[in-house]
């Protein structure tokens, strides 16, 4: 395993940020290897060198966390082989990730919100263009979810307690 986990979005300038920072704070907590972990993103249809959207800086930073030097990347096929395990929003992403690699039995893909159970709302709708409090909605959703997706990481990854 790489020890790559991959969060994706349409553009990287709001959701798969806000995924990829909110979690590698958590797992700063975390024992070896999860605390070890490379966390990153990139967006289906986003162009490089972006920064993240205002919102989406702000509604983080409302929590301690730093979004500012965040850069757009494009999703790649490169990126997508290199991941251990890798995390949509929506179907749609997940979807998309399957046509990208040609394989819909992937069984590295699945939805951020995917192990909180099926009676939740497993997709997070994107903010874009919408205000404040979609933002802080969508992170408060992301940040619902940390939990059982770190639970999800120590059982794929070697893990002592």
Request: glycine letters at 6%.
């Amino acid at each position: 395993m790489s020890g790559t986990v991959l969060f994706i979005c349409t553009g990287n300038t709001c959701r798969s940020p806000m995924a990829e920072r909110l979690v590698r704070h958590a797992l700063q907590a975390e024992r070896a290897p999860l605390n070890q972990l490379q966390v990153k993103s990139a967006g289906i249809s986003a162009d490089h060198g972006y920064k993240a959207s205002a919102n989406s800086v702000a509604a983080l930073k409302k929590v301690g966390i730093d979004l500012n030097d965040h850069q757009t990347t494009h999703l790649t096929e490169s990126l997508l082989q290199e991941a251990d395990y890798i995390f949509g929003m929506t179907q749609g992403h997940l979807d998309s990730m399957s046509y990208v690699l040609r394989d819909s039995t992937d069984n590295r893909f699945h939805l951020m919100r995917g192990f909180l159970g099926a009676e939740n709302d497993l997709e997070i709708p994107d903010p874009f263009g919408r205000g404040f409090s979609d933002y802080e909605f969508t992170r408060d959703s992301m940040v619902e979810a940390i939990p059982s997706l770190i639970e999800f990481l120590k059982s794929q990854y070697s893990y002592s307690k």
